[in-house]
């Protein structure tokens, strides 16, 4: 089988990053635009006379940093974030405020979702199912996608309990490499740049 080398890219900083709200599909704002732009070619996929693959959430913010890279992203839905039912747009403050046994229960059970969308076990279900896809395609891919997914992501790829996903801290624009070698993913990650958090 081919080797696959996957860069998942978190998009950069929006609006509803910088508020802690639920999802949404908010554009770069002007500090994640100038640190997409900051970012080298070597960083984010691109190199001289090689052709990449760049794959992208649906999300307005994750096409915005693939096409600030020079790359022209294929939409993806499995790169899509969670879908977080009628919380989509609010502030975490808000939903703690107003349904705090509700947040408790999604921050604690993966497979709640008491906002009425995806519960995590649904989205390392749909992000797993996608990143087995990629196993011996044999091409050097990089996909633009959402903290939350990338989170996922490495859970699956790295064959750890789901609750650890947790554990992971995605700032935006941070780059995580896997390659997939015999039965499993090899993984190495790039710190975002301190200018990155825009």
């Known amino acids: 089988m081919s080797v696959t080398r ?9 609006a509803a990053l ?11 704002d002007e500090g994640g635009r100038r640190a997409a732009l900051a970012l080298s070619p070597a960083d984010t996929g691109r190199r001289a006379g090689d052709t990449v693959a760049c794959l992208s959430s649906p999300a307005a913010a994750a096409v915005e940093t693939a096409e600030i890279f020079g790359l022209a992203p294929t939409v ?13 747009g609010r502030p975490l403050a808000e939903i703690a405020a107003e349904r705090p046994d509700a947040l408790r229960e999604w921050l604690s059970t993966p497979d709640a979702a008491p906002h009425g969308g995806e519960s995590i076990v649904a989205l390392r279900r749909r992000v797993g199912r996608w990143l087995d896809a990629q196993r011996g395609v044999g091409r050097r891919v990089t996909a633009v996608t959402h903290p939350l997914v990338i989170r996922v992501a490495l859970v699956h790829a790295l064959g750890l309990p789901l609750a650890t996903y947790r554990q992971f801290d995605v700032a935006p624009l941070a780059i995580v490499h896997l390659t997939d070698h015999g039965p499993h993913w090899h993984l190495r990650l790039d710190a975002a740049p301190a200018w990155a958090k825009g």
Do not use: M, P
């Open 18 to 28: 910088r508020q802690n709200r639920f999802g949404g599909n908010d554009n770069l």
């Open 76 to 88: 993806e839905a499995a790169l899509a974030d969670c879908d977080y039912g009628d919380w989509t």
């Open 6 to 14: 996957l860069r998942l890219v978190a998009h950069g900083h929006t």
